[in-house]
């Protein structure tokens, strides 16, 4: 029997005959990043691809607005191109979280940073307790400070009781990239050319990040 979508926190409940609910019960998993360039939009777009091959799950692309130095000059409330910008309630609805940066001077972007510092009330609160979380970060250069971004990345997520989740050696392509791809996150170095595409390697880490994080907030869920 169809039904009707309800929303109900980061689900979308089908209305389905007895028995069948799981079939056709979505959940999302946020995929936040800044990007100033455009390489770490392009791996959160195949992070994304991997979040949606696990079966039951989608990944909600969002993005951060920048910051400057006047504050006062107030960016638009929907940006003209790309991912909407991030609300709290996408951090309430989400199963699990991918958070994205470009590499600066070795860590995260301020933009992404201040996004970060706002979240008191949900670190209070637990919004993002017991939800599994991966990172990613793009750098210029392949020793230009990847891991140590990552891991700082890392550090609020775990404040804010996340479940942090890596990329494990059973990954073959981990062996073998010549370029981006850790242990602590998806990567990509972008290097100083127009228009760089993420490697054949980076590429299948990236949606293997996603489809991890995806898997296990889907049995969490479960
Ligand atoms: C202020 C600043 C600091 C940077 N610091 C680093 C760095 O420490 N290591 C590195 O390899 N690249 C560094 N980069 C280069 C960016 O990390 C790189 O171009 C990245 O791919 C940009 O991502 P985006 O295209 O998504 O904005 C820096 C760039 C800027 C503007």
Partial sequence: MEGYPMRNGGRIAILV???REDAL???EILVLYYSRGGSVARL???????VGEVPGMS????TVPPVAAV????QPPVPDDGAPYVSVQDLAECEGLLLGSPTRFGNMAAPMKHFLD???????????AGKPAGVFTSTASMHGGQESTLLSMQLPLLHHGCLIVGIPFTEPALSHTRSGG????????????DDPQPSEE???LARALGRRVADIARRLCA
């Fill in 118 to 128: 706002t979240l008191g009330a949900e670190w209070v609160n637990g919004t993002l």
């Fill in 17 to 19: 005959a007895p028995g």
């Fill in 182 to 193: 850790t242990p602590y996150g998806a990567s990509h170095v972008a290097g100083t050319a």
């Fill in 44 to 50: 959160a777009r195949q992070i994304a691809r991997g």
């Fill in 59 to 62: 990944a909600r692309l969002r």
């Fill in 25 to 27: 019960t979505m959940a």
């Fill in 202 to 204: 980076e590429a299948q």
């Fill in 71 to 74: 504050t006062q000059a107030a």
